[in-house]
């Protein structure tokens, strides 16, 4: 049997809104295999977003339990769950999120710098060759397009070789060319590391690229389904 | 699934073992080095300011130091009020220790080429006095010339006001004395000196013949002894400082006058120094308040670092690192400036300072100033920069998550410091707690009724916003109240400038009204003593030939008060236990005698007159309030004056409250008719004199005539105390420039830390369809609007402070100077203008396109 690289239970979240508490997640379970891939689909404020925000600690439930490669997030701190996304995890975002002040490769290669490890350079360019960048490296974001912006975090996201890469909306803010660009890069790469895929999207064409679906309403999941092996 | 928990083993790292923080830190920092570099701008002026005082006192110190026996112009002096008897002078001659002397009394000298005359200080001479240093004249040889004939000298001012030439003369009393050169330099003398009392020189065996020494003329006389070193001088002083007492003099050596000047000089240098102090503060709050937009800016950020692994710690760190580095370098820079300052303090100061300053860089200063900006550089960024350690990571996919405001020991620890530092940094520049702590409780005052006042303002302005306004007026205005605009601090910061010049201004305005004459046609400009009884008719009578108003002909009997409630005065004064001040227990007092009140005065408590029917003690003398206080007296207590060697016993009737400045002259203790009558008195007589030729000739006739009577123009005393005032003021107002340039700073680096917004803001307004003229002008409005309530701030709390200033400090009714406070509001403003325009440029000027591609 395949590990189990991340474990949701009974996940709940809620806000207090006014007098009300707002429900966004409620008792959501599931679990994903190493090198599997995952989509959750769902209508706007269907908490798809806060799902993988928790899933990748970078928020705490108000019930229910994440454990992400085998550590469970709830009994650690802030600092211990930023540990732990360097060590295990990659995160590409709808809106690139890439740092204004560094260059493309500067951004690239700040998860390895994390680490303290030496000489990333030489990784950061091969990364970044392979997504098509090789001539931007000292390019500052506001130099780039949009979809090279996203090209250069999708480069940032594996550069550490993570085992579960999450991804939200990553081709919200991308026209149709550069959409399925960034989405042949995304595959290809999470074949070739052999990454877990979390992926968060509206778009049902590539969420059917991936092994299951959980489709969200409400803060529940609604239905899992299962994609043919391709 | 196996539920298990593994506990993760992560290296935490303190900041200089951490390469990768360092790193990040130079990297964000070289993308917008101007920018962060406004951030610590406004640290800048505030070191330069402390940096520039302290080195001041380093070289004042110095000069102190180095021209000590300069000043004296001796090794000891010895000063009365009588000439020395040969008691004293005999013990001098008997260790034969060479001995200059003089007597400087006011006089009246008529300027023989014009015939105008003017009272000034007269100063005979005679030996080699000064010792130390040299009087300089010109032509050089002068001061011979003074010592062997009828000639005198004057102060440069005086020949330059009188335009008196070399050829001129000037009379003296009886004597006409033909003027030798000008004094432009005298050991000790010279500036704010020579500006209230200009001298006139003459030698001291001319002094008789002038006729000026009668009885009740009020002389100096000063003894200067060189002594061959130190153990000389001690002798000396062993053998004068028994007698002090008995003869009523006392001596001064060249320690003692150090100690009194560098006492005199340390409480106007803590002034400055508090005032340098203030321009640091509103630097600091420049750089918490620039710091915190920036933190704020940075959150999505380090939003993105905690994402991909950075600790809290790490991602301050980074931000810490180039504030720090960047404080330590405004603070070299400050330190550079203040440094600089040196070349033009010496021009700035000069009035102050009896000796000249050398130019000279106190390396302590210097040191002090790095040490405070790298205090300053840790402490207000540390509380605005620790709310990144807990941004959440959220924000990475939701930016409006909200953070929770949490405590933390560390933010508890810097706003404890935050509240020590100005206690302890003001503590440290005076030297001592009490004035630190009331400097800072102060300031603290100052800059909360400024914001409140700022806020007040603001509240004011947005409750009745002017609806019908045209559009470009309405919207530069509600610019103000644009999210993280700081409008409240900056109002603050530069109002604080502002705040401090115009309190001076009416304060000023206050204190010089007190003596003008307010065009009240009775009341007397001048003033005519020294009249001996014999010459008292003669006096009137002239008066009454050019048609002058008699005011006040007033008689005045000089004593001193030889026991208080029942204990005498030299067992008061040899009691360490007195409270009562030495000086109002051995002073000369001029008292005169009437049965009531003057115009300038109403009774307290107590009544004019009180004739105690058989009791022998039945003088009963009024006092005035203030003295009443120092003396601590009450009404009945018993007083024996000794007038001219005779003790006469009094009691107090009553207690007056006198308006000094009103009518003059006015007393401290009135003693009722038929007491002094007989004894030895001179006479005062108050007039008004009008202006022009007949005042002119008033004055030539009564020096002619009655050479040793004195004339008091209240309005050249008026016209001193303005001059008097300007030199102050030229020093309040530089060092109040540092904190104007300090709040100009800070807004420089409020306009371009909201540049972004603001382009956004123009770049709807262009889409909107507005021209470059009008964003021109909403950019102009907005900072005219903002100098306009700085300016209105600072203005409104500086009337506050001044009507406090005046009714507690000085006891005086304020007046407030309205046409220096619109000229101060529109400096303001107009600097305000210009600073924002200036910056904002880029913003004006930015096509849309380039920046809805940044957006992009």
């Known amino acids: 049997m395949a590990e189990i690289v991340l474990n949701v239970e009974d996940l709940t979240k809620e806000y207090a809104s006014g007098d009300r508490t707002l429900t966004v997640l409620d008792h959501v379970t599931f679990e994903i295999q190493a090198g599997s891939r995952l989509s959750i689909i769902g209508p706007s404020g269907s908490g798809k977003t806060t799902l993988l925000g928790l899933c990748a600690g970078l928020d705490v439930p108000s019930s229910g339990t994440v454990t992400l490669m085998g550590f469970k997030l709830n009994a650690m701190n802030e600092d211990d769950r930023a540990y732990l996304r360097n060590q295990y995890t990659g995160f590409v975002f709808q809106n690139f999120q890439l740092l204004p002040t560094l260059t493309a490769i500067e951004n690239v290669m700040v998860p390895l710098e994390l680490r303290g490890e030496k000489n990333v350079q030489t990784r950061a360019r091969e990364l970044l060759g392979r997504v098509g960048l090789g001539d931007r490296l000292h390019h500052f974001p506001s130099q780039l397009s949009g979809g090279e912006q996203q090209r250069v975090a999708i480069a940032r996201a594996f550069i550490t070789a993570p085992r579960i890469l999450f991804a939200d909306e990553p081709t919200g803010n991308l026209d149709e060319e550069n959409a399925g660009q960034v989405v042949e890069l995304l595959l290809d790469l999470n074949q070739q590391e052999k990454t877990t895929l979390v992926l968060v999207t509206h778009n049902l064409e590539l969420a059917k690229r991936t092994d299951r679906i959980l489709r969200m309403k409400g803060g529940r999941v609604v239905e899992e389904m299962l994609m043919p092996v391709s | ?856």
């Open chain 2, 1 to 856: 699934m196996i539920d298990y928990y593994i506990r993760l083993k992560r290296k935490v790292m303190p900041l200089w073992r951490d390469p990768w923080v360092w790193k990040m830190a130079w990297r964000d920092a070289r993308h917008n080095r101007s920018r962060l570099f406004l951030l610590v701008a406004s640290l800048i002026t505030g070191i330069a300011a402390v940096v520039a005082i302290g080195s001041l006192n380093h070289s004042l110190q110095q000069a102190l130091d180095q021209n000590a026996k300069e000043l004296l112009g001796a090794d000891i002096v010895i000063n009365s009020n009588k000439p020395l008897p040969a008691e004293v002078t005999s013990r001098l001659d008997t260790m034969k220790v060479p001995t200059a002397a003089d007597a400087e009394m006011a006089s009246m000298v008529m300027f023989m080429n014009t015939k105008q005359s003017r009272l000034v200080k007269l100063t005979a001479l005679r030996g080699d006095f000064p010792f130390y240093g040299q009087m300089v004249t010109l032509p050089p040889n002068a001061y011979s010339q003074v010592r062997n004939g009828r000639y005198a000298i004057l102060d440069e001012t005086l020949a330059t006001q009188f335009e008196v030439s070399s050829d001129d003369s000037l009379k003296i009393g009886n004597k006409i004395f033909k003027v030798a050169g000008v004094v432009t330099k005298m050991p000790g003398g010279g500036g704010l000196t020579s500006t209230l009392a200009p001298s006139v020189y003459i030698s001291l065996s001319e002094l008789d013949s002038t006729g000026l020494v009668q009885f009740g003329s009020r002389i100096s006389y000063s003894l200067f002894v060189k002594t061959a070193d130190e153990k000389q001088t001690e002798k000396v002083v062993e053998k004068i400082k028994p007698m002090t007492k008995k003869f009523r003099y006392s001596y001064e050596t060249v320690e003692r006058r150090k100690e009194g000047l560098g006492r005199s000089f340390r409480s106007v240098y803590q002034f400055f120094t508090l005032l340098a102090f203030v321009a640091l503060v509103l630097g600091c709050i420049g750089v918490a308040s620039s710091v915190h937009i920036y933190a704020r800016e940075k959150r999505e950020d380090v939003a993105v670092l905690r994402c991909v692994g950075s600790t809290g710690w790490q991602a301050f760190n980074i931000y810490f690192i180039q504030v720090f580095f960047l404080g330590l370098f405004g603070s070299v820079a400050g330190a550079g400036l203040g440094a600089a300052i040196q070349k033009i303090i010496p021009v700035i100061f000069k009035n102050f300072i009896p000796v000249e300053l050398p130019f000279s860089i106190s390396w302590t200063s210097v040191l002090e100033g790095l040490l405070l900006g790298a205090i300053v550089s840790v402490l207000f960024t540390v509380l605005p920069l620790a709310a990144v350690r807990f941004v959440p990571p959220l924000t990475v996919l939701r930016t409006e998550s909200k953070q929770v405001p949490r405590r933390s020991r560390l933010k508890l620890t810097v706003i404890t410091l935050i509240v020590l530092f100005p206690v302890l940094a003001a503590t440290w520049q005076t030297n001592s707690l009490t004035k630190g702590l009331v400097f800072s409780l102060g300031l603290a005052a100052a800059l909360g009724l400024l914001a409140l006042v700022a806020w007040a303002l603001l509240r004011l302005v947005r409750r009745f916003f002017p609806a019908h306004a045209g559009f470009i007026f309405r919207h530069a205005l509600s610019n103000l109240y644009r999210p993280n605009n700081q409008t409240q601090v900056l109002m603050v910061t530069i109002g604080l400038g502002g705040f401090i010049i115009a309190t001076m201004n009416t304060v000023q305005h206050s204190l010089l009204g007190q003596v003008e004459f307010r065009g009240n046609t009775n009341q007397s400009n001048t003033i005519l003593f020294d009249i001996q009884p014999s010459q008292k008719d003669g006096v009137i009578s002239l008066m009454k030939d050019y048609k002058l108003p008699l005011n006040q002909t007033v008689p005045i009997v000089t004593c001193r008060i030889r026991e208080l409630k029942g204990r005498s005065v030299e067992a008061m004064m040899s009691d360490t236990t007195n409270r009562i001040p030495d000086w109002a227990l051995g002073r000369e007092y001029r008292v005169t005698y009437r049965d009531s009140l003057h115009v300038s005065e109403s009774m307290l408590k107590g009544e004019m007159q009180h004739f105690l029917k058989g009791s022998r003690d039945s003088v009963w003398v009024t006092i005035s309030e203030g003295m009443q206080e120092t003396l601590r007296v009450d009404v009945g207590d018993s007083l024996v004056f000794d007038i001219q060697g005779i003790p006469l016993r009094t009691r107090i009737s009553g207690i007056r409250k006198v308006d000094w400045p009103k009518d003059p002259p006015n007393f401290i203790f009135v003693f009722p008719s038929g007491v002094l009558e007989q004894a030895p008195q001179i006479w005062v007589t108050a007039t008004r004199v009008g202006e022009g030729g007949a005042a002119s000739r008033f004055q030539q006739e009564l020096v002619m005539k009655f050479p040793n009577v004195s004339l008091v123009d209240l309005r050249l005393i008026l016209s001193t105390v303005e001059s008097l005032f300007a030199k102050i003021s030229v020093v309040v107002r530089f060092l109040a420039l540092f904190s104007i340039i300090t709040g100009l700073v800070v807004l420089a680096g409020a306009v371009v830390n909201s540049k972004f917004l603001r382009i956004k803001e123009n770049v709807l307004l262009r889409t909107l369809g507005a021209r470059t003229r009008q964003i021109t002008q909403i950019t102009l409005i907005e900072y005219a609007y903002l100098g306009l309530f700085a300016a209105l701030t600072g203005i409104l709390l500086s009337i506050g402070a001044s009507w406090t200033l005046c009714r507690f400090f000085f006891e005086i009714d304020l007046s407030v100077a309205w046409v220096a406070l619109v000229i101060v509001g529109g400096a303001v403003m107009i600097m305000t203008m210009v600073i924002g325009w200036y910056n904002s440029r880029e913003v004006i000027s930015t096509p849309p396109l380039q920046v809805l591609r940044k957006e992009g």
